[in-house]
């Protein structure tokens, strides 16, 4: 099926942007500069406090067969709605990461650096228009699209460079209207491979 472009725009780096996709649209996230994360969140734009659940997800999508903890196909939201909120029909990566996001307590424990810009910094500010505070979301409710699993060895978390290359993309179907954060995320370590970049978003229809 061969979809037409009904807007298209670049996030800067380390910087965030809010928006609306509308139900039977697809999101396009695309890794346009190369090996970069965005960390994304959803709700529904008509009631915000049914948000993405991402470790729910990864639980029903595995019970489901359609999925493992770094690629779903569903993405649901939150107990007590439960609803698939958008699907994932394209994936040229199928390694991301579903948790939580990057905040100003991580970078001051992990690389102490307490006033590192953060994806809490990009979330608070993009969404504040929508009236939405960080204390209204839910903050392990994340898609980290490109990011690998890290993993925590010597009691230490280790990143490792996305495998998306320059071109790779996912593309998720709006089940329903939503309302997207999308956080280009700041790290200038293993996350981003080593320097943070922006990231092309497309809206299908």
């Not at 067969?65 to 994936?91: C, F, H, Q």
């Not at 990566?93 to 001051?108: D, F, I, P």
Request: hydrophobic fraction near 40%.
């Amino acid at each position: 099926m061969t979809r037409k472009i009904a807007d298209e725009f670049v996030i800067p780096k380390c910087t965030g942007k809010a928006f609306i996709v509308k139900k039977g649209q697809v999101l396009r996230v695309i890794a346009h500069e190369g090996k970069q994360v965005a960390d994304i969140i959803f709700l529904n734009a008509h009631n915000y406090k049914e948000q993405f659940a991402a470790r729910h997800s990864v639980a029903v999508n595995v019970a489901e067969g359609l999925g493992n903890a770094g690629r779903i196909t569903k993405l649901y939201s939150k107990p007590p709605w439960e609803n698939v909120m958008l699907t994932v029909i394209d994936d040229k990566v199928s390694v991301h990461h579903l948790a939580g996001h990057c905040t100003r307590k991580l970078w001051e424990v992990e690389c102490n650096q307490p006033y590192h810009r953060s994806c809490s910094d990009n979330f608070e500010e993009c969404l504040e228009v929508f009236g939405i505070r960080l204390e209204d979301l839910d903050s392990c409710g994340v898609f980290n699209v490109f990011m690998r699993p890290p993993s925590y060895e010597h009691h230490k978390l280790q990143f490792m460079p996305p495998v998306a290359e320059k071109g790779d993309y996912i593309d998720f179907l709006a089940e329903m209207d939503v309302l997207v954060a999308a956080s280009m995320c700041p790290h200038e370590d293993e996350v981003n491979d080593f320097e943070p970049k922006a990231m092309k978003f497309q809206i299908l229809e």
